[in-house]
Nanobody, 120 residues
Framework: QVQLVESGGGLVQPGGSLRVSCAAS????????MGWYRQTPGKQRELVAA???????NYADSVKGRFSISRDNDKNTVYLQMNSLKPEDTAVYYC??????????????WGQGTRVTVSS
């Protein structure tokens, strides 16, 4: 049983940067894949980024080149570094993970979400 808690969301201006974190109650080394989904009212939930234990990453086309996902097993934390933020990035960002891949379908573990608002 893994508990995930996000933090680091907030208000940022377009073009700015923000890093959100996801802290796990247990070792994230036990999870094959971890990642971030985001949800905006009126839009479908979408996978933003994912990373495997081996370091393989996957990004949504809309954030490729701007966002970077990483995981620190020593701190049991996964991060999402968001650069060159756009108003379209405004959403609630959810941490997600599982013992399997999470690209085709979301993993079993979810965080409570952290809100990111990009506005001037």
């Amino acid at each position: 049983q893994v508990q995930l808690v996000e933090s680091g969301g907030g208000l940022v201006q377009p073009g700015g940067s923000l890093r959100v974190s996801c802290a796990a109650s247990g070792s994230i080394a036990s999870l094959y894949a971890m990642g971030w989904y985001r949800q905006t009212p009126g839009k479908q939930r979408e996978l933003v980024a994912a990373i495997t234990r081996g370091g393989t990453t996957n990004y949504a086309d809309s954030v490729k080149g701007r966002f970077s996902i990483s995981r620190d097993n020593d701190k049991n934390t996964v991060y999402l570094q968001m650069n060159s933020l756009k108003p379209e990035d405004t959403a609630v960002y959810y941490c997600n993970g599982d013992y399997r891949a999470i690209v085709v379908s979301p993993g079993r573990y979810w965080g409570q979400g952290t809100r990111v608002t990009v506005s001037s």
